[in-house]
């Protein structure tokens, strides 16, 4: 999906550099708008959000640096030019401390101005980038979606295939069981990657602010709204919005959400006008919307729009055989490989239920790494949770049953993978690692296929 061009405001109160600007821009493919003086350019963008505004500074009763202090006190994010036919170096200087992007003199070279324009909003797009990220990496989450259960390989599959469409996502899965990695895997994989993954928790905003977040606001709009702000929707555009905890969305807003799947257009607080966006809408919750519907606390129409496709990650407890690897990789991002477990504690934390799921598992680790001062961590060191559960309850029993030789091989398949990457694929030394004799290990890769992938792979 190709992200929409830029909005520019061009400021000039001389008509034929208004027009050749405009020209010029437009053919570059940027959404234009004009003003004749600054009064009437400072009114435009009281009512709208611009990325550039090129100004001219010498404009009777409200110059270009009067427009500038007031573009940065009602809408920061916007990048500024000064153009001018006086250019001095204390002005020059000024627009600077004022926070002009460039300032550049009359007259000027038209190829000049496609220059200045388009690193101006590499500026803008850039600022834009890290502020997404400072906001993704508040939350705790893993770098890749680790996993070789049968589980795992069937919701790869899953996301593989729904990557391909641009249909709305609802994926459901326990708390901590990684929603959020699965949504961008989804966009990581699909033709929206190069634009925006702008992610929100609905339940971690309070109802009185989660619309202006998700549909930006104007200012005055209300209280402490003292700048314009651009909302998620329209930070997405082009990419991916991912709503986690959806289920706890206040009514009014969902009927809002509803229209934005229905036309792509929505309205900041406090706007005049409809702004269009494309967006792929994917959603997350950790509880039962059908019954939320059922209860009257979640519209029918809304659940059925999300719903077009759906994915349910498995809990930890449903993929056992991937909590040895899960260990190994928590062990290595959070004490570089320098720790490890003792096999009587991976197969402690192998049988535990993990409520929490993967992120449980993950703050667990992340706490013994921290607080255990020997290499080997060992049963002892364990949290007494763990250790209780252990003695309370050896082996846990699904209601349903479960296929012990099928969980065997997906273990033993794990251990052997990951013996063969701790000893960058030498046989001898991950038999060795294994305790097992180097016919035994050899027979064990042909078995799983493993052999011939790792021939391949080299």
Not at 168 to 176: D, K, M, R
Not at 361 to 388: H, Q
Request: proline share 3%; with cysteine.
């Amino acid at each position: 999906m190709k992200k929409s061009k830029a909005k520019i405001l061009i400021v000039d109160d001389e008509q034929n550099i208004r027009e050749v600007l405009s020209i010029f821009l437009k053919d570059e493919g940027y959404t234009i708008s004009v003003a004749g003086d600054g009064k009437s350019a400072l009114e435009t963008i009281k009512n709208d959000i611009f990325d550039l505004v090129i100004t001219d500074l010498k404009m009777p009763k409200f110059s270009g640096f009067d427009l500038l202090k007031s573009i940065k006190e009602i809408s920061p994010a916007t990048v500024v030019v000064i153009i001018t036919a006086y250019g001095t170096t204390e002005s020059a200087v000024e627009a600077m401390k004022l926070g002009a992007f460039d300032y550049i003199q009359k007259p000027f070279k038209i190829n000049d101005i496609r220059l200045i324009v388009k690193n101006a909003l590499e500026k803008k797009e850039l600022q834009q980038e890290v502020s997404l990220l400072k906001e993704q990496v508040k939350a705790p989450s893993l770098e890749n979606i680790i996993g070789e259960s049968t589980a795992m390989h069937d919701l790869f599959s899953l996301i593989s295939k729904t990557a391909s469409s641009n249909a709305n996502v609802l994926i459901t899965g326990e708390s901590g069981t990684g929603k959020e990695l699965v949504a961008k895997a989804i966009h990581n994989l699909s033709q929206r990657a190069n634009n925006h993954f702008v992610a929100v928790n609905c339940a971690a905003i309070p109802d009185t602010l989660l619309e202006s977040e998700l549909f930006g606001y104007m200012r005055g709009a209300f209280t402490g709204a003292a700048a314009n702000k651009q909302g998620l929707f329209e930070l997405a555009d082009g990419g991916t919005i991912f709503m986690d905890e959806i289920g706890d969305m206040p009514m009014n807003l969902q009927a809002k959400i509803l229209r934005v799947i229905e036309d792509m257009t929505f309205r900041r607080v406090g706007g005049v006008s409809d702004i269009k966006v494309d967006v792929r809408l994917i959603s997350a919750t950790n509880t039962d919307i059908k019954n939320l519907v059922y209860e009257k606390r979640f519209r029918e129409d809304l659940y059925f729009r999300l719903n077009v496709l759906s994915l349910k990650v498995p809990p930890l407890r449903e993929r056992r055989s991937d909590i040895p690897i899960l260990i190994e990789y928590f062990l290595q991002k959070f004490s570089g490989g320098k720790k490890q477990f003792s096999q009587e504690a991976v197969a402690m934390l192998s049988d535990y239920k993990w409520k929490g799921n993967v992120r449980e598992l993950e703050n667990i680790i992340e706490r013994m790494v921290l607080l255990c001062d020997s290499k080997i961590i060992d049963v002892d060191a364990l949290p007494e949770e763990i250790r209780l559960s252990s003695a309370a309850e050896p082996v846990a029993m699904p209601s349903g049953g479960i296929n012990i030789e099928q969980l065997m091989e997906e273990t033993e398949k794990a251990y052997l993978l990951k013996a063969l990457q701790n000893t960058n694929g030498v046989k001898t030394e991950a038999a060795k690692l294994l305790k097992l004799s180097f016919r035994s290990f050899r027979h064990k890769l042909k078995k799983y296929g493993i052999e011939k992938k790792i021939i391949t792979d080299k």
